[in-house]
C-alpha cells in the first residue's frame, strides 16, 4: 500500500502538470489574440482620427467654397447691373448721334440750297457753314465716345462671360465636393451604389 500512494501522487502531479501546460498554452494564445485586437482597435482609431481630419478639412473647403460662391454671385450681379446702365447709356447716345446726323443733313441740304439760289450773300454762307463744322465736331465727338462705350460693353461683357464660366466650374467643383462627402459621410450608402 505505501507504494501506491506515491504512485498515486506522481500521477497526480503528472495530471497537474499537463493542466499547467495547457492552461500556459491556452493563455499565451488568448494574449496573442487579445494582443492583435488591441492593435486592430489602435488603427481604427488612428483610421477614424484621420477620417475625422479629412471631414474637417472638407468642411472649412465646403466654407471657403460657399463664400466664394456668394463673392461671384455678388459680383456677376454686380457687373449685370453696370452692364445695363452702359447699355442704357449707349441707346441714348446713339439716339443723340441719329439727331446728330439728321441735323447735320438738314443743314448741309440747306446749305446746297443756299448756294445753289443765292451765291451774293457769301458771308451768310461762310456763317453757316462754321456752324455745320462745330456740328461735325460734336458728331466726330460723340462717334468717339460711341467707339469708346462700344469697347467698355465689350470688355465687361467679356468679363461678364468669365465670371459665369467661373461660377459654373465653382458650381461643379462643389458639387463634387458634397457627393465626396456624403460618400464619406455615409460609406454604406456609397457601397450600395
Same mark, same amino acid.
Given at each position: /500500500?505505501?507504494?501506491?500512494?506515491?504512485?498515486?501522487? %506522481? #500521477?497526480?502531479?503528472? #495530471? %497537474?502538470?499537463?493542466?499547467?501546460?495547457?492552461?500556459? &498554452?491556452?493563455?499565451?494564445?488568448?494574449?496573442?489574440?487579445?494582443?492583435? *485586437?488591441?492593435?486592430?482597435?489602435?488603427?481604427?482609431?488612428?483610421?477614424?482620427?484621420?477620417?475625422?481630419?479629412?471631414?474637417?478639412? /472638407?468642411?472649412?473647403? &465646403?466654407?471657403?467654397? +460657399? !463664400?466664394?460662391?456668394?463673392?461671384?454671385? *455678388?459680383? !456677376?450681379?454686380?457687373?449685370?447691373? +453696370?452692364?445695363? !446702365?452702359?447699355?442704357?447709356?449707349?441707346?441714348?447716345? *446713339?439716339?443723340?448721334?441719329?439727331?446728330?446726323? /439728321?441735323?447735320?443733313?438738314?443743314?448741309?441740304?440747306?446749305? +446746297? +440750297?443756299?448756294?445753289?439760289?443765292?451765291?451774293? $450773300? =457769301?458771308?451768310? #454762307?461762310?456763317?453757316?457753314?462754321?456752324?455745320?463744322?462745330?456740328? =461735325?465736331? &460734336?458728331?466726330?465727338?460723340?462717334?468717339?465716345?460711341?467707339?469708346?462705350?462700344?469697347?467698355?460693353? $465689350?470688355?465687361?461683357?467679356?468679363?461678364?462671360?468669365?465670371?459665369?464660366?467661373?461660377? =459654373?466650374? %465653382? &458650381?461643379?467643383?462643389?458639387?463634387?465636393?458634397?457627393?465626396?462627402? *456624403?460618400?464619406?459621410? =455615409?460609406?454604406?450608402?456609397?457601397?450600395?451604389?
Amino acid at each position: /500500500m505505501k507504494k501506491w500512494l506515491p504512485n498515486l501522487l %506522481l #500521477v497526480w502531479s503528472i #495530471v %497537474l502538470c499537463v493542466l499547467i501546460a495547457i492552461q500556459w &498554452v491556452r493563455e499565451a494564445r488568448l494574449r496573442g489574440l487579445l494582443q492583435a *485586437e488591441q492593435v486592430e482597435v489602435q488603427t481604427r482609431d488612428k483610421k477614424l482620427g484621420e477620417v475625422e481630419g479629412r471631414l474637417k478639412l /472638407m468642411e472649412s473647403e &465646403v466654407k471657403r467654397l +460657399d !463664400g466664394l460662391k456668394a463673392e461671384l454671385t *455678388e459680383q !456677376g450681379a454686380k457687373t449685370s447691373k +453696370d452692364l445695363s !446702365g452702359l447699355q442704357r447709356e449707349l441707346a441714348e447716345t *446713339e439716339r443723340k448721334l441719329r439727331q446728330a446726323e /439728321m441735323a447735320s443733313e438738314a443743314y448741309k441740304k440747306a446749305l +446746297d +440750297d443756299a448756294n445753289a439760289n443765292i451765291k451774293a $450773300q =457769301n458771308a451768310a #454762307v461762310l456763317a453757316q457753314n462754321q456752324q455745320i463744322e462745330k456740328q =461735325n465736331e &460734336v458728331v466726330r465727338q460723340q462717334n468717339a465716345s460711341i467707339e469708346q462705350l462700344n469697347t467698355q460693353i $465689350q470688355k465687361v461683357a467679356k468679363e461678364r462671360n468669365d465670371m459665369v464660366e467661373k461660377y =459654373n466650374q %465653382l &458650381v461643379k467643383d462643389y458639387e463634387a465636393l458634397v457627393k465626396r462627402l *456624403e460618400e464619406a459621410a =455615409n460609406p454604406k450608402a456609397a457601397e450600395k451604389k
